[in-house]
């Protein structure tokens, strides 16, 4: 029971009891005319008593009310103390019972703990058997395989080795032969010279002693690579030009003599021989013409264009700009002008790319170097969906 919200005890019923019989004494008192007598002095001590009392009730009634609260609560007070107390020795034995749980645990882990360095030192060592065994393995097969190594490559090295000093001495004699056949070259020269002057001043006296005669118009022959016959040195003594004959029409040329077969060297010359046959071979491998040149108009070699795959209008360009230097390109069409130009995609090196699929007309463009060189050339034309590579050089 709730003691605060119970009803109070009103005082003012007793209060007002208290005053009526005051007032009642009060009133015999004044109007008795012999109020020590003892009938009246009896009523009024007795109404004077009386209201007393009763003003005194409610105070006691209310004061045991109080005690009654205040044991109340302190019996409530007491009940929760009990409660939390039962609880908290509740929560004590469910601590104790962990407590004796962890120290099991905890004793069950000490005595593994103590079997432990046992039980690492068995592992560690059955681990070193074991690795001692697989090195010992692997040491015999390496051992082994690097034995059959040896005697399957000895063979072939010793054979390697051998061919390697043959080639060796072969290519000391074979610069021998060429230093002595160069210094024999290089004493052969003086005297073809000799003997080509000999020849010019043989040649311009049989010019000098036919004045007279008419010009010769022959058709020379096709550029050939120059063919130089090997032969002995020739002293400028034995060779003589053939006086023109005197029955001899001047209106009719003489025919071309034929080239003369070239000689057999003679044992004493055979090193300047085979000098020059070295001379007419690497003289008539070289070609006359350069590789790069190209007796092909401008407008054949233009580069072709072709259908693309994918539909797409590509231009590649083919060019060593070197690092640092991007390749641009202007024109007329999606994308491009002529003020500015647009940066061609890096492919790889030496190759740049630009490609649309926008393309609905021709585009005309041209290829710039760090947007401010231009590529020599007209401008390029490529047609929608085709694709086309050209070289460009700056």
């Known amino acids: 029971m709730n003691f605060d919200e119970a009803p109070r005890l009103n005082k003012l019923p007793f209060i007002l009891g208290d005053i009526a019989l005051l007032l009642v004494a009060g009133l015999i008192a004044n109007q008795h005319p012999h109020p020590l007598d003892p009938l009246p002095l009896i009523l009024i001590t007795l109404c004077v008593v009386v209201g007393a009392v009763l003003l005194s009730v409610p105070f006691l009634l209310n004061y045991a009310r109080e005690q009654d609260e205040a044991a109340a609560a302190l019996r409530h007070e007491l009940t929760e103390q009990f409660k939390k107390l039962m609880a908290a020795s509740e929560h004590l034995q469910g601590a104790s019972a962990q407590l004796k749980t962890v120290e099991e645990s905890a004793a069950r882990t000490l005595q593994a703990a103590e079997k432990l360095p046992a039980r690492l030192q068995e592992r560690l060592a059955d681990f070193t058997a074991q690795l001692a065994a697989s090195q010992n393995e692997e040491n015999v097969a390496l051992k082994q395989e690097l034995a059959a190594l040896r005697a399957s490559q000895g063979e072939r090295l010793a054979g390697i080795a051998e061919k390697i000093a043959k080639s060796t001495a072969e290519w000391g004699r074979l610069e021998s032969d060429l230093r002595k056949q160069l210094a024999a070259a290089a004493e052969l020269e003086p005297k073809l010279g000799a003997v080509v002057a000999a020849l010019d001043a043989k040649i311009a006296a049989l010019g000098a002693a036919t004045p007279n005669a008419p010009p010769v118009t022959t058709i020379p022959p096709p550029l050939s690579p120059p063919v130089i016959e090997a032969a002995a040195p020739v002293e400028p003594a034995s060779v003589t030009a053939a006086p023109p004959a005197e029955g001899a029409s001047a209106e009719s040329p003489k025919p071309a003599r034929k080239p003369r077969a070239p000689r057999k060297p003679r044992s004493g010359g055979e ?124």
């Open 271 to 394: 090193a300047a021989a085979t000098a020059l046959e070295l001379v007419a071979e690497s003289v008539a491998d070289e070609s006359l013409v350069p590789e790069d040149f190209s007796q092909v108009p401008p407008e054949e070699r233009k580069p072709e264009s072709v259908s693309s795959a994918d539909g797409r209008t590509r231009l590649t360009v083919v060019s060593y700009v070197g690092i640092g230097n991007k390749l641009y390109l202007r024109g007329q069409g999606p994308g491009l002008s002529w003020d500015k130009g647009v940066p061609l995609q890096f492919v790889s090196i030496g190759r740049w790319r630009w490609e649309t699929a926008e393309a609905t007309a021709p585009v005309a463009c041209k290829v710039y170097l760090n947007d401010k060189t231009e590529a020599p050339g007209d401008a390029i034309n490529l047609a929608p969906g085709t694709e086309q590579e050209i070289n460009a050089s700056f």
